[in-house]
Every structure is written in C-alpha cells, then in structure tokens.
Nanobody, 123 residues
C-alpha cells in the first residue's frame, strides 16, 4: 500500500501561483510513477501531469502545458506541482496518484490516490 497526502491548496487570484505537495508513505516511493489529476464540480476527473520514477520524464495535459511543472524528490518521498499563471478554470480538487506508468492520462492506470486538496482561483 502507498498512502498519499496532498497539501498546499487554497484560494488564489487569477494570474497567481501555488505549489502543491504530495507526501507518500508505505512502499518505496521511487518504484512508482506519479501523477496529478483534478476534478471540478460537475465534471469528470481529468489528467493534469505525470512524472516518471526517476523524475527525468514528464507528461502534461495541453491545458496546463507551459504553466504547470511537476517534479519529485525521491529522498523526501514527495511529488510537487508548481502552478503558475492560474486561471479560474483551474479551480478544482487536485489529487495525486501513484502507478506503474508515467506516460498515461488514464486514471484507472493509477493504483493509489490521495484525498485531494481544493484549489480555487478567483477572477
């Protein structure tokens, strides 16, 4: 089992920045690719970004490319999502997830999930 706990959510104005963190415990963190997903009210959960086990490879949804950066620190068992130039449409609950493959946007391919953290971007 892998336990994931997100933090860093909150309220921010459009154009602002936030950094999310996801701390992992349980099995060896570096054995898993990590991803971030989000779910807005009334919408399906959607892929945001993912990162390979080593951290050398990343994958982004087109909607966040150039604004968000995913990174990880395997020594700290933590994955991050730096979010810049935030827009009201980025408002959602953000989830981190762990799985075997990084280059996938399919939520069912991720095995473990955190509880989520709310991001609200005001216009």
């Amino acid at each position: 089992q892998v336990q994931l706990v997100e933090s860093g959510g909150g309220l921010v104005q459009a154009g602002g920045s936030l950094r999310l963190s996801c701390a992992a415990s349980g099995r060896t963190f570096s054995n898993y690719a990590m991803g971030w997903f989000r779910q807005a009210p009334g919408k399906e959960r959607e892929f945001v970004a993912s990162i390979s086990r080593s951290g050398l490879n990343t994958y982004y949804a087109d909607s966040v490319k150039g604004r968000f950066t995913i990174s990880r620190d395997n020594a700290k068992n933590t994955v991050y999502l730096q979010m810049n130039s935030l827009k009201p449409e980025d408002t959602a609950v953000y989830y981190c997830a762990a799985g075997p493959f990084y280059r996938t946007s399919k939520s069912y391919q991720y095995e473990y999930w955190g509880q989520g953290t709310q991001i609200t971007v005001s216009s």
